[in-house]
């Protein structure tokens, strides 16, 4: 493949990271149909990979996807034999759509806001069970794979395909509106809905899989759907959090990888390289949020740790023992074992390397993690700061056999001494 052949796909690979999920909102709106709208959409894009390399690629990718799954949504129901009153709905749902969006590049970013948040309290319905809505939306949000969702849940592959395909069984069968619900049904959904954007953010700030640590493509998805939610309900405290976390958390994004794209771990970080608009505007959606209740959720309790880290000037003026403190009430709040290494890092940090590996030693049974190469990691880490090197290269070189992202891997290697 030469030079040109790899830049071109690798570009038509980040426009479909960023279009998928907009698109497949888009169709499901008139569609009412999350399967067929991500089938299409993936129609649309094998017909990029023919195409675009041949033709090159069009000014507007964006608009030339949305025409082409327009076009094959359309040919797919003439092609019905069946025509119920459902498809009779949807055809003409679909012929107002040709009627509305005569000029699709003009119209592309009418509401998309919407199918989003739409798109997103679907997946999110509470008559699928909660591992299904999870493993939905990121699919279709995230556009993960199947892999990637799977280590984000620390389950095997076989179980989330499982997740997702009887989920949308599940909605198609059952004819679930494709809406944004009332405000009631919504707060019903809000825990599953926060979680999705969560994992999202979770996915691009580390990729669990790829050649790049950091997928700022899908944290600033994650951002955008926060900040609509935020202003569909903007006295949620816990909405308020999640987007404060998000904020605080990407302000680091400058300062996360060096100029070849290695990463940088959070206490080697350039403190001046941080983004001070987004932190003061974590802090002061951070201050709204503690203002609306006297009981921080996860989400706020997450980002008063942000916090911590914001407000300090370097590493050394981190208070390590208050995020401690916020890691203990988290790990009562919502327990699991993801937070329990996080918590070992800042007790480790707080109070000594030997309290934080009692905490790490307590996990090592723990069956959701035996894949996971974070507590290895963190064992290597607690393990060096003791002085027991050969016992933390040990770590980090299991750690890199566990992880699926090559920059991750890299830097564990070169922990491991090579």
Not at 307 to 312: L, V
């Amino acid at each position: 493949m030469t030079a040109n052949a790899t830049i071109e796909a690798v570009t038509i690979e980040a426009v479909w990271r960023i279009e998928q999920p907009k698109l497949t909102a888009r169709l499901a709106r008139y569609l009412r149909d999350i399967g067929l709208a991500e089938e299409i959409a993936q129609d649309a894009f094998l017909l990029a990979l023919e195409r675009w390399p041949r033709d090159g690629i069009p000014r507007n990718p964006a608009a030339w996807l949305t025409e082409v799954a327009r076009n094959r949504a359309l040919d797919r129901l003439r092609r019905t034999t069946m025509i119920d009153g459902k498809h009779r709905e949807l055809a003409v749902d679909l012929a107002e759509l040709e009627r509305e969006m005569p000029d699709i590049e003009a119209a592309l970013d009418e509401d998309i806001d919407d199918d989003l948040l739409r798109l997103i309290f679907t997946a999110c319905h509470p008559l699928l069970p909660a591992e299904q809505r999870a493993a939905l939306a990121l699919r279709l949000l995230g556009g993960l794979s199947t892999p990637q969702i799977a280590r984000a849940f620390l389950v095997s592959d076989a179980t989330i395909a499982q997740r997702i395909v009887r989920a949308k069984r599940t909605l198609r069968d059952a004819a679930i509106p494709f809406e944004t619900p009332r405000e009631e049904v919504r707060r019903e959904r809000l825990a599953a809905v926060l979680e999705v954007v969560y994992l999202v953010f979770n996915e691009g700030y580390v990729a669990t899989t790829g050649p790049d640590w950091l997928r700022a493509d899908l944290c600033g998805e994650a951002l955008r759907l926060g900040r609509s939610l935020a202003a569909l309900m903007p006295d949620e405290p816990e909405v308020l959090g999640l987007v404060a976390l998000m904020e605080l958390s990407a302000s680091r994004f400058p300062a996360r990888t060096g100029k070849a794209g290695e990463p940088i771990l959070l206490l080697d970080q350039d403190r001046g390289r941080w983004n001070w608009s987004l932190i003061r505007r974590g802090l002061d959606g951070l201050n709204r949020a503690l203002a609306l209740t006297a009981t921080p959720g996860p989400y706020l309790l997450q980002a008063m740790i942000a916090a911590c880290h914001a407000r300090a000037a370097t590493a050394a003026d981190t208070d390590w023992i208050a995020i401690s403190a916020y890691y203990q009430a988290l790990a009562l709040a919502a327990p699991s074992p993801i937070v329990e290494i996080n918590r070992a890092v800042a007790v480790g940090m707080a109070f000594g390397p030997a309290q934080g590996l009692a905490i790490v030693e307590a996990l090592k049974d723990e069956p959701r993690l035996k894949d996971s190469h974070l507590l290895l990691t963190v064992r290597g880490d607690l393990l060096e700061r003791l002085g027991h090197q050969a016992e933390a290269r040990a770590a980090f070189r299991q750690a890199a056999e566990l992880t699926g992202n090559d920059r991750e891997r890299a830097l564990l290697l070169a922990r491991a001494g090579g």
